[in-house]
Each structure stands twice: as C-alpha cells, then as structure tokens.
C-alpha cells in the first residue's frame, strides 16, 4: 500500500472529484426540473379561467375549443386516447384549489348577490412527450392538451456534465502520465539498490522528474567511480601486502635466536590475520546480492566456527535444537561466530564460552568475566580494544557487526549475573 501511496492518492482524489460533481449535478438537475414543471404549471389557471367562463355562460362546446385554441391548448374528446392518457401518463404536479363564482339573482324581496365555492383539481400529465392538464370540478372533468409545451429535457444538463466529467478525468489521466516516469524511476532505483550498477537513470524529458532523473544518473556514475577505484585500491594494497608477509615469514626461519624467531613469526602471523580480516571486510562491505545465500542448520555453522577457531571443544558449550536453522552466507556467518568464540577465549574468566538460543529464538554467546567498561557501539567501531595487552587488533566486533548487518541483523550485549551475552538478534 506504502509503495503506490502517490498513485492511490491521486486515483483517490480523482474519484471525490467525479463522486462531488456528479452529486452536484443531480442536485442541479433535479432543482431545474421542479422550477421547470412550476414553471409550466401556472399555465393551468388560464385553463381554469376559461373553463369557469364557459361553465358561467354555459356556452357551447366549440365556443370553448375555440377559446383554447388561442392558447394552443386542444380539448381531448375520445374516451380511449382519454383513459390511455390518465392510466399510462406520468403524473408531474397536481394541486387543489377553490373556486369563487358570485352570481346576481331576483327574488321577491328583491336583487341579491350569490357566492358560490367550488373545488377544483388541477393534473398535470406528461405521455408520450407531450403535456395534459385535467381539470376536476363538480360538474364533470375535462382533459386538455397542450400543443406548445415540451416536456423536461436533461440533455443540456447532460451535456454539460459530459464535458465537465471529459475535462476531470483527462486532466488526471495527465496527471497519471505525468507520474509514469517517476514509478519507472523508482523500479531503476530498486534496482540499483539490488546490486545492478549499470543501471541508467539518463532521460530526455526536462521536468522536474527528468531533472531528478539525470541528477541521478550523475550521482550513479560517480558512486560507481568511486566503488571501483576503493575495490581496485583494496584488492592491490592485500595482494602488496601479502607478498612482504610471507618473505618475511620465510626469512624469520632463519633467525638463530629462537625468542627473536617467535617474535617475529607472532608479529607476521598477526599481520597475516589482518590482511585477512580486511579481505572479509572488504567482501562484506561489497555483498550486493544474496545469491550465495542459502538455509543452513545453525548447528553446522556452530560447528565449522569451532573449528575454524581451532579451540578444544570442551571448552565450547553448545545449546542449539539440532532442526534449528537460518538463511545465511555460510563463510561469513561462520566467521561471525568464530569470531565470538575468539572474544570469549581471550576476555572471559575462565576461557569458556556457552552458545545458545535465547526464548525469543536468537543465538546467544554467554562468558564469564567483567561488564564492558564501555557501550557496545564502541567496540564495534575498527581498531578499538579494552585491553591493549590482549593479542586482538580491534577487528573482531567490527566484523562481526558488518556480516550481522548483511544478514539483516544486529549485535546486541547484556550483562546479567557477572555473565557476558553477546546476541545476533
């Protein structure tokens, strides 16, 4: 979800957009069509008007259709097309209403004027496009059409709305478009963050996207300039090294003073560790991919650590479930562990070291002996040591700590009890 925050955003603000404006033009469109069918309601009191007139003068049938004619009104006769009409018609507003009629009558004490009340209801119909109004009196009821009214049409309305809706979902598709270029840039970063160096970010395009792209790309090319110079720099210096090393092994072979022969055979052999250390260092620093990774069981590591540090196995307590097992670069992790159990000869009390797996499931190097003096981070930092007599050269916790970061871990310590627990968590 995380990934695509920028897209469901903009898909998210697209749909409020159309939801709003489709809601407003519903609204609108049904406001129009009730001031549209008042509009043309009022149309019925003429009808009234003129029915009442012929009601009052009782005046003849023509007469009346002649008197709607001038209003292009047209009075419905057949009784068929009559009950179509009121049965199949849409009602669109009706309303009652009264009727005053004063009438001047004779009488034997003379001339008297007559209010007479009646009710009236007014129908409005719409059938087959066109418009009707029935008119109910006492008397009977008339149905009348309308020759010039039109019904309620929504295709300005629609029309309107069909390009607002157009102009909306275009100007996001170009939003959309704009945004492409930034998700295939975040594939080439992704990329470039799994190891593939040659990935370019070069583009074209001169927008703010194209300026990041191409900063990139620049940033790339010297990032990599700089990896293989240090590579180049770091493979030459071990290979330099090495060559006075082993000259210088051979040569203190020779020495006929035994104490200054070990002397000197400890001072290379040491020389010798570094240059190797600095060797898994540098592969450690450069691991790019996982594809020497693979699931080993933990106890199978533990035991290629024990013996690659070469210590009586007596000394090593090992706690781990046999089915216990991890992801890993086998020769490095293996060296990480051994690495601990050298901690453990050199600074515990009593040279023993106990490797277990802790409740939570994390592997756990326990040794007696005295709290650090300091925070862990500071013996993990290069060429730091508690104890300058010790034969150590402050590489071991670093290099534990760097093979731990490729595997996606971490070195912890607690001191409990007068015991030291390193942990890989």
């Not at 492409?180 to 395009?205: N, Q």
């Not at 898994?280 to 690659?308: C, N, P, Q």
């Not at 490797?355 to 060429?383: A, D, R, T």
Request: net charge positive.
């Amino acid at each position: 979800m995380k990934r695509h925050a920028v897209l469901i955003t903009v898909l998210f603000a697209l749909t409020v957009s159309l939801v709003s404006v489709s809601a407003v033009f519903w609204e609108f469109y049904k406001l129009n069509k009730e001031q549209y069918i008042n509009h043309i309601f009022t149309k019925y009191t003429v009808i009234t008007q003129i029915y009442r007139e012929h009601q009052q003068r009782q005046s003849s049938e023509i007469m009346l259709e002649a008197n709607l004619a001038v209003y292009n009104l047209e009075l419905i006769k057949d009784e068929k097309l009559r009950e179509q009409i009121l049965t199949k018609g849409k009602v669109l507003k009706q309303k009652g209403f009264k009727s005053f009629n004063t009438s001047l009558l004779i009488s034997e004490k003379g001339m008297y004027t007559k209010n007479t009340v009646s009710n009236l209801r007014a129908i409005m119909v719409q059938y087959k496009g066109k418009i009707y109004f029935m008119i109910e009196t006492p008397n009977g009821k008339i149905l009348i059409k309308d020759n010039e009214l039109k019904p309620y049409s929504y295709i300005n309305i629609l029309y309107t709305f069909a390009m607002v809706f157009a102009i909306i979902s275009l100007s996001f598709v170009l939003v959309l478009q704009k945004l492409r270029p930034l998700i295939r840039l975040r594939k080439k970063i992704e990329r470039y963050g799994e190891g593939d160096m040659e990935v370019s970010f070069k583009t074209k395009s001169e927008d703010e996207i194209g300026a990041i792209s191409n900063g990139l790309e620049h940033a790339r090319e010297r990032i990599n300039n700089v990896l293989s110079s240090r590579t180049l720099f770091l493979r030459n210096l071990m290979h330099e090294l090495k060559t006075p090393i082993a000259k210088g092994t051979i040569a203190t072979q020779m020495l006929e003073s035994p104490k200054q022969r070990d002397r000197f055979t400890s001072i290379f052999k040491r020389l010798e560790t570094l240059v190797n250390e600095f060797a898994l260092i540098e592969e450690v620093t450069s691991l790019d991919d996982k594809k020497d990774f693979a699931e080993y069981r933990l106890i199978d590591i533990i035991d290629g650590a024990v013996d690659m540090a070469m210590v009586d196995k007596k000394d090593v307590i090992v706690d781990v479930p046999a089915d216990k097992k991890i992801h890993a670069n086998y020769r490095l992790y293996t060296t990480a562990i051994k690495n601990m159990i050298d901690n453990a000869m050199k600074y515990s009390s009593d040279h023993k070291i106990t490797i277990c797996v802790n409740e939570n499931g994390e592997l756990c190097f326990e040794s007696k002996g005295e709290c650090l003096k300091h925070p862990l981070q500071y013996y993990i930092e290069p060429f730091t040591k508690d104890n300058p007599s010790k034969n150590s050269f402050g590489l071991g916790l670093y290099l534990v700590d760097s093979i731990l970061k490729a595997h996606g871990q971490v070195l912890a310590h607690e001191y409990e009890n007068g015991v030291n627990r390193f942990i890989f968590a």
